[in-house]
């Protein structure tokens, strides 16, 4: 899938349709069932051939026509007639985030259903007890097996759908024009790297990520005309030498993954492969702002990572650390909020 052109003016919002739980269920169940794609085909349609396609009496179809027009996916246009409202028909050719935050939300909501306490009170046994943390074994990408392509793509297939609407609108305020080799580290499946390389043609990127990963990667940017210039280099970067020799080293949504002091080191060992007078970009999201409004079911799935999300403040501190005199912080708001902050490193021409 060739990437849209996102940025915050143009994004997708699409979680105002999943903030009840009973609302997205049945989102999920007209999706499966064909409904939604019916009712896109037509303006409006008749509610009792849905019905019988569906084979549910038209009681059951009611309970689930009520829900979905009450989460704002349905209107009644005129007696015994449904459509789809004109604000989700707007977010329809997304639907592959619309899948992928139903898929996610199921997961995170019913560990924190099953665990609270734990989440609130003792947060390792929340981890060793969710759905959500054992998704994400990172002790299963080193090897590549057909067992540990398995697992890993059912993450990575989501964090590639998620970077797919969230690059546009960090990539669009950097100087990508002003860069020439582009290191994302813990780059994932390629997906940020590609979109910085179509946005500029001078750019060429290696992505730096675990051996499992990579491969997903590649097969990620099959096909794209990105993907020769789209470099994927296996390692641990933790550990591993980092490749040096370029002008922009970016972490996407990748540093809330270590406590503190690690992710102290992996900045510093990015400062140290950066080119004098590069730039080093982090993209972040930022906790969520919990007092604005009451967490709805979609927030599960940024709740259940909201004890690692961090301020800026400490990614900047630890850069002055390093040397680094120019650091600008950016707030992107999206349906969740981001910080984005750039910082210069000292010599070169730049």
């Known amino acids: 899938m060739s990437e849209p052109h996102v940025d915050q003016a143009n994004f997708p919002r699409v979680d105002r349709f999943l903030e009840s739980e009973v609302v997205a269920h049945a989102l999920t169940f007209a999706f499966e069932r064909g409904l939604i794609d019916r009712l896109d085909r037509q303006a409006t349609v008749p509610a009792d051939p849905l019905a019988a396609g569906l084979r549910l009496d038209r009681a059951r179809f009611d309970c689930l026509a009520g829900l979905l027009v009450g989460g704002g996916i349905v209107e009644e246009p005129g007696p015994g007639l449904l459509a789809l409202t004109p604000a989700f028909r707007a977010?329809?050719?997304?639907?592959?985030?619309?899948?992928?935050?139903?898929g996610f939300a199921a997961a995170a909501a019913e560990d924190l259903r099953r665990c609270f306490p734990a989440f609130i009170a003792d947060l390792p046994a929340f981890m060793a007890a969710s759905r959500t943390f054992e998704l994400f074994r990172y002790d299963r990408c080193f090897e590549v097996t057909p067992d540990n392509l398995a697992a890993t793509r059912r993450w990575v297939s989501y964090t590639t759908c998620l970077t797919r609407y969230e690059a546009g609108p960090c990539l669009e305020r950097i100087?990508?024009?002003g860069h020439r080799r582009l290191l994302d580290l813990g780059g994932n499946s390629g997906e940020f790297a590609a979109q910085a390389c179509r946005r500029a043609t001078g750019l060429s990127a290696t992505v730096f990520d675990l051996p499992v990963v990579c491969a997903l990667g590649r097969e990620n940017l099959s096909g794209r005309p990105e993907a020769a210039r789209v470099r994927f280099q296996p390692g641990d970067m933790r550990r591993d030498p980092l490749p040096e020799g370029h002008d922009l080293v970016t972490f996407k949504s990748v540093l809330h993954d270590w406590p503190p002091e690690e992710a102290c080191a992996l900045l510093a060992r990015a400062a140290q492969a950066l080119a004098p007078g590069g730039r080093l970009v982090v993209y972040e999201r930022t906790p969520v702002p919990l007092r604005d409004r009451p967490a709805g079911?979609?927030?599960?799935?940024?709740l259940v990572f909201q004890p690692f999300f961090r301020e800026a403040g400490l990614y900047t501190e630890i850069l002055r650390a390093q040397g680094f005199p120019e650091i600008a912080v950016d707030?992107?708001?999206l349906e969740t909020p981001f910080h984005l902050i750039v910082a210069r490193k000292p010599g070169g021409e730049s």
Do not use: C
């Not at 079911?297 to 940024?302: E, F, K, L």
């Open 331 to 333: 707030r992107i708001r």
């Open 91 to 102: 977010v329809l050719p997304y639907r592959d985030l619309i899948a992928a935050k139903l």
């Open 297 to 302: 079911y979609v927030q599960a799935a940024d």
């Open 175 to 177: 100087d990508l024009a």
